[in-house]
């Protein structure tokens, strides 16, 4: 993940489609990671306002274990 800057590479809805794709066909059932995007699209505002309330606290967690900020 980290030598192909994986996080990097989900920063845009083309390149999250692909990895939903590849992790779709690697999954060993029935699933719909085809139309994670969608879901992804259709909900982003909710999502982001979960995740701007939680990645403070994750800093605040793992900063006495890592140089991160």
Known sequence: MIAD???????NEERLRKTFDR???R??????FDKAHED???HFTKLEQHFMAFFPEL?????P???CN
């Not at 999954?27 to 719909?32: D, E, H, I, L, R």
């Not at 800093?59 to 900063?63: A, C, G, N, Q, T």
């Open 5 to 11: 800057d994986f996080l990097m590479s989900c920063k």
């Open 23 to 25: 992790v779709g066909k």
């Open 27 to 32: 999954a060993n059932f029935n699933n719909n």
């Open 40 to 42: 992804l699209r259709t």
């Open 59 to 63: 800093l605040i967690h793992i900063d």
């Open 65 to 67: 274990f890592c140089a």
